[in-house]
């Protein structure tokens, strides 16, 4: 067993990874984005709903969020050329998890943010400042084709090359700097060599802002679904290096 939780379950046989998923229309996107996307993927060996069958990338996970990667600047830049390729690709033909508009995100941010609070979870001065710093993430933006799950472990290397990038289901048209984000999340040391290989100016505060909202968006969601965001490293500690 790789990962599980209430939504899905990714098991591993072998060099076979079983992505079994209820919902039809999460795997079609997965399906599709690898498809379409102008980067390494993984190879579809079969598709039989609710299980997706897919090859092993090889190579090693860029690294984890947590724990310090091991992985060389010049594959953290490759890593951002790769994600470059990909947003300078054709559109895909539905909005994906990065392609929230402002106004849903900040209704979303609002309501994470006083269940925060209320519950105990965070102090209400972490969580104030942290909203304050997400707020330059709330601006109209262009869309581009995005990942929108871009965590640090499903970017796989090989030396300093990219050799694929997996979980595609919640890919679509969406926010760059929301992949940006994601993939530096708790690896703020890393953001320049990913910038470098990106190839153009980025705005970094907006990048930063998005490490808040983020981690103030998905706290809930973890602890629901048994993973632990107070784990050395990992969203609440970025959020206390906000303050």
């Known amino acids: 067993m790789v990962v599980a939780h209430s939504e899905r379950a990714t098991l591993r046989v072998g060099d076979v990874f079983l992505k079994v998923d209820a919902d039809q229309a999460r795997i079609d996107v997965e399906v599709e984005a690898m498809a379409l996307a102008p980067v390494p993927t993984p190879k579809v060996l079969w598709h039989k709903p609710p299980v997706l069958a897919i090859a092993a990338v090889p190579g090693r996970a860029l690294g984890r969020l947590g724990e310090p990667s091991t992985a060389s600047p010049a594959a953290w830049a490759a890593a951002g050329a790769t994600i470059r390729r990909l947003h300078d690709a054709p559109l895909p033909p539905r909005p994906g998890r ?96 990913v910038v470098a290989g990106y190839g153009t100016d980025v705005d970094l505060d907006v990048i930063r802002a998005w490490w808040s909202l983020r981690s103030l968006l998905g706290v809930r969601w973890l602890v629901e679904h048994g993973f632990d965001p107070f784990a050395p490293g990992c969203e609440i500690d970025v959020l206390r290096s906000r303050l």
């Not at 581009?144 to 640090?152: A, E, K, M, R, S």
């Not at 990219?162 to 708790?186: K, V, Y």
């Open 98 to 193: 990065a392609g929230r508009g402002p106004d849903e995100l900040a209704a979303d941010l609002d309501g994470e943010c006083e269940w925060l609070v209320t519950n105990g979870v965070l102090p209400a001065d972490l969580v104030t400042r942290n909203r304050q710093v997400a707020e330059a993430a709330l601006r109209p933006w262009a869309p581009v084709f995005t990942h929108g799950d871009l965590q640090i472990a499903h970017v796989f290397v090989d030396g300093d090359g990219i050799t694929g990038i997996i979980d595609w289901s919640e890919a679509g048209q969406g926010d760059a700097l929301f992949d940006l984000a994601t993939l530096t999340l708790g690896h703020e040391e890393h953001l320049g060599d």
